[in-house]
């Protein structure tokens, strides 16, 4: 099956840095690569994605990038704020199950924005 | 609606009794999971139902019985369960159309087994 590797397990930036997060797979087949946000207490909420045919996906300070050919995958957020405090976790699919997506996920990244 | 839902919030129970987990979406996703998740840890697949059927169980032991009523609904029946099944058990769903689809997730439900 898939397997998913994330580092760092921590992260510690200061206010406007920059942050990134690192993920490899396994599966040369998958093809979904969702980044999820978890703070304290909450559920998981998918932040940004990106598909097999793109390289990279921007959304305002969170951006992704994807190289198919090494397997690997990051997650970027500039001029962090205290706000994106939380755990990011990184997923990549299996191949189709029938109708249903079979997520894989990474082991977590804490990050830490420091003011 | 763009939500998946789940009661209760929170749930202590002895070993020996039964209870049930609820989650509901109402986006006409035909995908729905159940997740596990520990302390610090990612979550956990247990479960996949796709269009009310089974289709993915991650051998979960028989103590955990899913159940899928109608497309919006969403049951995880427990029977007979051990300290250590203590955790967050989040629910999730998705359209159900095929691969790289995103998962939505409720808010979980925190059990606690005494």
């Known amino acids: 099956g898939e397997n998913v590797e994330q580092h760092p397990s921590t992260l510690s930036v200061q206010e406007g840095d920059s942050a990134v997060i690192k993920c490899t797979y396994s599966d040369s087949a998958s093809n979904y690569f969702p980044w999820y946000k978890q703070e304290l207490g909450k559920r998981p909420q998918l932040i940004i994605d990106?598909?097999?045919?793109?390289g990279e996906k921007k959304d305002q300070r969170i951006a992704v990038t994807l190289n198919k050919t090494a397997k690997h995958f990051s997650l970027h957020i500039t001029e962090t704020q205290p706000e994106d405090s939380a755990v990011y976790f990184c997923a990549a699919t299996e191949l189709n199950t029938g109708t249903a997506s079979k997520l894989t996920f990474g082991t977590g990244t804490r990050l830490q924005v420091t003011l | 609606d763009t939500e998946v839902t789940q009661t209760p919030k929170h749930l202590v129970m002895g070993m020996t009794n039964k209870k049930s987990l609820k989650c509901e979406q109402h986006m006409g996703h035909r995908a729905m999971y159940w997740y596990k998740q520990k302390a610090k840890k990612p979550p956990e697949l247990m479960f996949v139902y796709s269009y009310e059927k089974l289709s993915i169980n991650e051998s979960v032991p028989s103590r955990f019985s899913p159940e899928c009523p109608n497309s919006s609904l969403l049951n995880l029946h427990l029977h007979a369960l051990q300290p250590e099944d203590s955790a967050l058990y989040l629910c999730?769903?998705?359209?159900?159309?095929?691969?790289?689809?995103?998962?939505?997730f409720g808010p979980g439900t925190r059990l606690l087994v005494l």
């Open positions: 999730a769903s998705s359209r159900g159309t095929g691969g790289r689809e995103t998962q939505y």
């Open positions: 990106i598909r097999s045919n793109v």
